[in-house]
């Protein structure tokens, strides 16, 4: 599906555009594990690198349309606004008003439905055929996965070598371009993060096919996908050696020791990796995590600290 | 009382020891707005430069000994550690717990003392000479001073130039410090921000002498000195041409700000700068702002931000 050198192009590409953000350590950690904080990425997590690699390759002018109430709706505003695109996010009627702010504020154009009545496929679709604009997909695209793997890229070139890699897992398209770099440079083991309650990669894995789930219940937003993707799936399960689970609350365990000890806000789906690392599911050796995200408001935060607090 | 050749001389010594922070930006602030985050400093914040300048300056192992509960307390610690002395900090027994933990953490000995009953200079004077330790005082020491306003020269180097200069007051070594070097460097204005309730040097600079107040309720509590320092004091009424107050509902604000669209975690005290430019009291041009700390807990954060919520 990708190769290595896609993600070298996408970093080509992404050079003196994303934030090389830096790695950092902690001495609760200790040396063997480095932290890669996407939550300083621009638009506020690695999902810009997928969207502007996505973009730049389209012809210029080409308008674009994402369906998102999340990251991805942020992600491919901004890249599209850096690369003077129009961009027109579809959002469930119901999507956090601070969400759809922040898109707005990047320029887009955000068009609601009824998630309850409406199909968003085939409202997307007649949208993008009446305007003429290209579909932006979140992670099922090669370019998108492409553009993701310069996180883990980046984490290697500057801090590796590692013995594993570890990213948090939803439609897979970070697992899939970190795994197919990561693996080309020669990093023994890449694991995937998913939640406890929405675990359909470990079910699709067991199964030997991809598997759907109802869509899940859990903090970490960003990582409801009910199904793996298509072609995400196609890279997993030839390169990725584990995939592993965390409860909710070690999410919130994880989201503090971030704010505590790195003095870093990362989002509940961004967070994932630590978490599973703090609770030992990871094995040892020199570690690489993706930290993806860190668009979670103060209140939110709060709420989720208070809850479950120690 | 220091020279900017003390500062570069820290600069040069806390090179490859400190981190040298990475200035940033926000589109909210735009840019002409930069700030320093010293909350990603070693220890959480800028009070390791001036520790590790002047615990370098002793004879190798003399001990030293710090009189806090907070961020210098820390500082030292992991100052006296890397420099191969012991360390011991002299604590009010009502501290809080995490901050004694944390400074225990970085191989310190901790001294109570209960400071309703006890003098602590008396208990401290004793302690120094009884076991020959050196004291390390949090401002109103040249080294201290110009190890501080290391992190304004390299918000200039990496990001000026400025026309301003903004930072926390509150005994005056990150301001003294960062004006001796800005204003070297041809900043024109150079603004110490302080605390509302905590005006001492807002009304030591209307009676043109250092006034003491009352110890100051605020959030802010890493400055909530009660009088400008008497070194600090020569500095800042030579080269500091403002100094302005923020309500402790700003400081809120700011750190809020910091969180959603910075993704750093910036404590009370570390925010009263940002705090200071967001409610547009430190004028116009290119601005740097320290951010200077950022060690606060989880559920004190969530706690001022349900207090003080939107």
């Known amino acids: 599906v990708i190769g290595p050198d896609d993600v ?94 922040a898109t707005i ?12 009545a409406e199909d968003r ?26 553009g993701a793997g310069t996180a883990a890229l980046e984490l290697i ?6 013995d594993a890699i570890v990213t948090p897992l939803g439609g897979g398209g970070l697992l899939s371009g970190s795994a197919t770099v990561a693996r080309d440079l020669g990093v023994a083991r890449v694991v995937g993060v998913e939640p406890a309650a929405g675990d359909d990669w470990v079910q699709s894995l067991a199964a030997g096919e991809r598997r759907r ?28 050696d584990e995939v592993v689970t965390v409860t909710d609350e070690q999410i919130v365990e994880a989201m503090r020791f971030a704010f505590e000890r790195l003095k870093l806000v990362v989002e509940p789906s961004g967070a994932v990796g630590l978490a599973a690392v703090l609770n030992g599911l990871v094995g040892g050796g020199r570690i690489g995590v993706v930290l993806s995200g860190g668009n979670v408001g103060a209140d939110r935060f709060a709420q989720l600290a208070s809850q479950m607090s120690q």
Chains 1, 2 share one sequence.
Not at 106 to 116: C, F, K, L, P, S
């Open 8 to 101: 070298r192009r996408a970093a080509a590409l992404l050079d003196g555009v994303a934030h090389r953000t830096q790695p950092v350590t902690s001495r609760t950690l200790g040396d063997e594990v480095v932290l890669k904080p996407e939550c300083l990425q621009r638009s506020g997590s690695f999902k810009f690198r997928g969207a502007y690699n996505k973009i730049s390759s389209l012809s210029r002018g080409t308008g674009v349309l994402a369906f998102s109430s999340g990251n991805h709706a942020q992600a491919v505003a901004l890249a599209a606004r850096l690369l003077g695109a129009s961009a027109t996010i579809l959002m469930p009627t119901d999507a956090p008003r601070s969400k759809v702010e």
């Open 105 to 116: 504020g990047y320029g887009a154009e955000v068009v609601t439905y009824d998630r309850y």
């Open 121 to 146: 496929e085939a409202i997307g679709t007649a949208l993008a055929a009446e305007r003429g604009l290209e579909l932006v997909r979140p992670y099922d695209d090669e370019l998108v996965m492409a």
């Open 157 to 162: 070139e500057d801090a590796g070598p590692f």
């Open 213 to 240: 789930i109802d869509v899940p219940r859990t903090i970490a937003d960003g990582l409801q996908t009910n199904e793996p993707g298509r072609l995400t799936w196609e890279v997993v399960t030839r390169l990725v």
